[in-house]
């Protein structure tokens, strides 16, 4: 079955600086990949999401890459906000072709100081 | 905003009683996936539906968990017996296969065993 990793489990950076959470994929068949965001004690909630026909989407100050080559996909959040602490966790599906479930990587803890 | 639905919030129990958890899904959401979340695993897929059919329960403990749609607009997460282990947050997530939005997770059912 599929497998995430995803680096750092912990990261803190400066206000204004930007931030890079990285991930990879073991299932070459895997096709979307979504970002997610949980705030202490609230659900996780969907940020960005990116398929395999495209290699980079943007949305504001976020935006995710994806290289499928190497299998690895990142989130990058610029300018950075007080707001944006929070467990960003990435995920991996073959959600068009098969009937695979969606699998979690183990969360980053993104600290904002300002 | 359309939402998923668990109840309840919070449950707390004791050692070797049953515990039911709730999920209504989004209507007309026909892929259902239930997690635990704890600090130290992150996101566990415990069970994953589609059209009510069980598609991967092989994240679950068989000989004390169970997972059901009786139908469309429910889904159920049985514990029995309880154990302190279980203690952990119980997240429902549901949405349309082969759609091209994300998937939509409740606000989750924070379960405490003593």
């Known amino acids: 079955g599929e497998n995430v990793e995803q680096h750092p489990s912990t990261l803190s950076v400066q206000e204004g600086d930007s931030a890079v959470i990285k991930c990879t994929y073991s299932?070459?068949?895997?096709?979307?990949f979504p970002w997610y965001k949980q705030e202490l004690g609230k659900r996780p909630q969907l940020i960005i999401d990116?398929?395999?026909?495209?290699g980079e989407k943007k949305d504001q100050r976020i935006a995710v890459t994806l290289n499928k080559t190497a299998k690895h996909f990142s989130l990058h959040i610029t300018e950075t906000q007080p707001e944006d602490s929070a467990v960003y966790f990435c995920?991996?599906?073959?959600?068009?072709?098969?009937?695979?479930?969606?699998?979690f990587g183990k969360g980053t803890r993104l600290s904002v100081i300002a | 905003d359309a939402r998923v639905t668990q109840t309840p919030r919070d449950k707390v129990t004791e050692m070797g009683q049953e515990v039911t958890m709730r999920c209504q899904p989004i209507?007309?959401?026909?892929?259902v996936f239930w997690y635990r979340q704890t600090m130290m695993q992150g996101l566990e897929l415990l069970a994953y539906?589609?059209?009510?059919?069980?598609?991967?329960d092989s994240g679950m403990p068989k000989d004390r968990f169970s997972a059901e749609m009786p139908d469309a607009t429910l889904a159920t997460l049985k514990i029995q017996p309880s154990e302190p282990r279980d203690s952990a947050v119980y997240f429902c997530?549901?949405?349309?296969?082969?759609?091209?939005?994300?998937?939509?997770f409740g606000s989750g059912t924070r379960l405490t065993v003593v």
């Open positions: 539906f589609r059209n009510r059919a069980p598609l991967d």
């Open positions: 995920a991996a599906q073959r959600r068009i072709s098969g009937n695979t479930p969606l699998v």
């Open positions: 299932d070459s068949a895997s096709n979307y």
């Open positions: 990116i398929r395999s026909n495209v």
């Open positions: 209507l007309g959401h026909n892929t």
């Open positions: 997530a549901s949405g349309l296969a082969g759609s091209l939005a994300g998937y939509t």
